[in-house]
């Protein structure tokens, strides 16, 4: 059975916030594009659940790869701080929400994801559920900071 990792999401109109939570602790806030209806490039992935492996390349060494996103590719897990100018459709972590589309410390909230997830990876599957946030997460979420 795959360990999993919730992203509970709070839609608004120029980006997503969200909040990660790994066996119901909260680990970071995370920074999307907004929803538009999965276009690539331009929208978050749509709500699923989503097998994470680790992955490398030169730009962002280490990080996560999020596979078989519906009519996507190569959506990662990665430091980013502004989705608009920073996001394709991927997921960044961060510590803080500055405003709509706008989150700091994501070098620090990635690398707090990185020493929970990728010991996990050793240990077997990894999957990735994505959904709207409840009302106790929004709060939280709205509250802006970890």
Known sequence: MPIEIELHRLYLKEATHGILRINDQTVCLTLELP????????????????TMTKRYSDRFKDHLHIEKVPNRSLILF????????ELKGCIAPVSQFLA??????SRVAFEKVKKLVFPLLEKGEVELIVKPAEEEFIRYIKNEKI
Request: net charge positive; hydrophobic share 25%.
């Open 100 to 105: 709509e589309g706008w989150g700091s410390r």
């Open 78 to 85: 990665h430091p980013a701080n502004n989705a608009q100018r």
């Open 35 to 50: 929803w538009v209806y999965n276009q690539c490039q331009i929208s978050c992935i749509p709500e699923g659940r989503y």
